[in-house]
């Protein structure tokens, strides 16, 4: 019985990250993205640490933890200090309408469901069902992250994109290796500094963060 009310916990925190993500595709605020993004965060590690709980999955309370400081609190405070050093938290239009974007959505969320049902029979965990929302969230990342022109949303869907597999992984087989995650939460890190050193470049080079721009580079 305990775990069944566990299993409702997960399923309905799955159901968020989906809605976080389709809230995503929708905001136009770099701020607000950051934001969303933070709160995506949160869910994944309530719902890691409630699944290491039901299932004794011990190693998930550190994958948990660490999501809680990098996703959390980390990286969406470094967001911030650059919006607020580069003055980019304007409404940003997206290459394609967000009502198109929001149905070319809803075609990806049903294609994941369809692709992720055979998988997630063969799957042995009690969390499978989450399965195909995982590769949704997934989706729907990618498509927030290519029909944005400015770099920092760009890189929020990439990260976005970084949760869903993570919480696909956690569905699948119940994480990755410590090890493993730990060596990717780094990478993660890393790469979001040097992202960060890279938009200060764009900005003193062309005045913007709109990523049409590197486009001149190519005509030279």
Same mark, same amino acid.
């Given at each position: ?50 699944? !290491?709980?039901?299932? $004794? ?5 550190? %994958? &948990?933890?660490?999501?809680?400081? =990098?996703? @959390? ?86 990260? !976005?994109?970084?949760? $869903? ?5 956690? %569905? &699948?087989?119940?994480?990755?290796? =410590?090890? @493993? ?40």
């Amino acid at each position: 019985m305990a775990l069944s009310y566990t299993l409702q916990v997960v399923n309905l925190l799955a159901a968020l990250l989906l809605l976080i993500a389709f809230a995503m595709l929708s905001q136009r605020r770099i701020a607000g993205l950051v934001t969303l993004f933070a709160w995506q965060g949160g869910a994944l590690a309530a719902s890691t640490a409630i699944v !290491a709980w039901s299932t $004794g999955q011990h190693h998930l309370y550190y %994958s &948990a933890v660490l999501t809680v400081v =990098l996703k @959390v609190v980390a990286m969406p405070w470094y967001f911030f200090r650059l919006i607020k050093r580069l003055d980019v938290d304007r409404e940003v239009e997206p290459m394609i309408n967000i009502p198109t974007t929001m149905l070319i959505g809803i075609v990806l969320v049903i294609f994941a469901f369809n692709l992720a049902l055979p998988i997630s029979q063969m799957a042995g965990t009690v969390t499978r069902s989450t399965l195909g929302i995982a590769m949704a969230s997934v989706l729907l990342a990618f498509l927030m992250m290519i029909t944005r022109s400015k770099a920092i949303p760009q890189v929020i869907g990439f990260l !976005a994109m970084e949760n $869903g597999l993570f919480f696909a992984a956690t %569905s &699948a087989s119940y994480g990755m290796p =410590l090890v @493993v995650e730990m060596g990717v939460a780094l990478d993660v890190l890393v790469g979001v500094f040097v992202l960060g050193i890279f938009f200060f470049q764009i900005r003193e080079t062309f005045d913007s963060l709109d990523l049409k721009h590197m486009e001149k580079l190519k005509e030279r």
